[in-house]
């Protein structure tokens, strides 16, 4: 059973900065893909960024150059790093992970944490 945990999130004011944590246990971490998604209150969950487990990256074009993801295999724990915040950025931002998949669509993914609240004020 895949188990993932995110931390991190919070209140900042806009043109701050927070990391976002996602702690994975129960599989072989190196091996799965791994994603950072959001949601905002009555909006669809979208995708935020994507790294695969062979180093693939991909960013949402509204995070692009604001925001980084990298992972720790050493640790099982996959970061998001958000700089330059903007009120639009406020969600719950969850962490996900599959073995095969790297679509950009919420429904390919298998796994997922319980997501963090991010909270950007003006």
């Known amino acids: 059973q895949v188990q993932l945990v995110e931390s991190g999130g919070g209140l900042v004011q806009a043109g701050g900065s927070l990391r976002l944590s996602c702690a994975a246990s129960?599989?072989?971490?190196?091996?799965?893909?791994m994603a950072w998604f959001r949601q905002a209150p009555g909006k669809e969950r979208e995708v935020v960024a994507v790294?695969?487990?062979?180093?693939?990256?991909y960013y949402a074009n509204y995070v692009k150059g604001r925001f980084t993801i990298s992972r720790d295999n050493a640790r099982s724990t996959t970061y998001l790093q958000m700089n330059s915040l903007k009120p639009e950025d406020t969600a719950v931002y969850y962490c996900?992970?599959?073995?095969?998949?790297?679509?950009?669509?919420?429904?390919?993914?298998?796994?997922w944490g319980p997501g963090t609240q991010v909270t950007v004020s003006a």
């Open positions: 129960g599989h072989t971490f190196s091996r799965y893909n």
């Open positions: 996900a992970a599959d073995s095969s998949t790297l679509t950009t669509g919420p429904g390919a993914w298998e796994y």
């Open positions: 790294i695969g487990w062979a180093g693939t990256i």
